[in-house]
């Protein structure tokens, strides 16, 4: 069984930066894409960055620029290097991993607050 566990959320002005990190654990398994996504109150969750495993990126018109998503392959971690942060950014994250265990499933971590004051 694979888990995917989230830390570095929290409140910070605006402005400011926070760097979210996601690592997966687990046995006999490997990792294709990762991703992180948000859903802030009332709206639905939305792609925010995306890191294959060949580390191509891919980035929500409203962070680039802002926002850097990278990998440790040999931690089996991404993170999310958050700057210029704004208050429409305050959301609950969510790490995704395409995961291969014979088959390749998606997961999805427990999620972290990011709240953005003004």
């Known amino acids: 069984q694979v888990q995917l566990v989230e830390s570095g959320g929290g409140l910070v002005q605006a402005g400011g930066s926070l760097r979210l990190s996601c690592a997966a654990s687990?046995?006999?398994?490997?990792?294709?894409?990762m991703g992180w996504y948000r859903q802030a109150p009332g709206k639905q969750r939305e792609l925010v960055a995306f890191?294959?495993?060949?580390?191509?990126?891919k980035y929500a018109d409203s962070v680039k620029g802002r926002f850097t998503i990278s990998r440790d392959n040999a931690k089996n971690t991404v993170y999310l290097q958050m700057n210029s942060l704004k208050p429409e950014d305050t959301a609950v994250y969510y790490c995704?991993?395409?995961?291969?265990?014979?088959?390749?499933?998606?997961?999805w971590g427990q999620g972290t607050q990011v709240t953005v004051s003004s």
């Open positions: 995704n991993a395409q995961i291969v265990i014979i088959i390749t499933r998606s997961y």
């Open positions: 687990g046995s006999d398994f490997s990792i294709k894409s």
């Open positions: 890191i294959t495993s060949g580390v191509s990126t």
